[in-house]
């Protein structure tokens, strides 16, 4: 029933722009942190960023703050992330996830889309 998709993923060289779109369904967004994350072969999950999806407000994790902007659009029922200036130490899955803003957990993932970064 509820479903989300990323897409926009792709090879990339270093210093250039990429943006990934998730699509929500199933689900209204009202109430709700929509999450990105990435994840590296052989390591662990890394939170990138946030958006409230009510305020439009955003944080982001300092390893990204200053080329990742988290933004959503509300017909669409779709969150962005723009990512500026990629550097290789970017390339990684990259997943959407979302969760009420009261809960503490994360219940809803993408499949994710593969950014990957040349030098």
């Known amino acids: 029933q509820v479903q989300l998709v990323e897409s926009g993923g792709g090879l990339v060289q270093a210093g250039g722009s990429l943006r990934l779109s998730c699509a929500a369904s199933?689900?209204?967004?009202?109430?709700?942190?929509m999450g990105w994350f990435r994840q590296a072969p052989g390591e662990e999950r890394e939170f990138v960023g946030h958006?409230?999806?009510?305020?439009?407000?955003?944080y982001y994790a300092d390893s990204v703050k200053g080329r990742f902007t988290i933004s959503r659009d509300n017909a669409k029922n779709t969150v962005y992330l723009q990512i500026h200036s990629l550097k290789p130490e970017d390339t990684a899955v990259y997943y959407c996830?979302?969760?009420?803003?009261?809960?503490?957990?994360?219940?809803?993932w993408g499949q994710g889309t593969q950014v990957t970064v040349s030098s």
């Open positions: 996830a979302a969760r009420l803003v009261v809960a503490g957990v994360y219940n809803y």
């Open positions: 958006i409230n999806w009510n305020s439009g407000g955003t």
């Open positions: 199933g689900l209204t967004l009202s109430n709700y942190l």
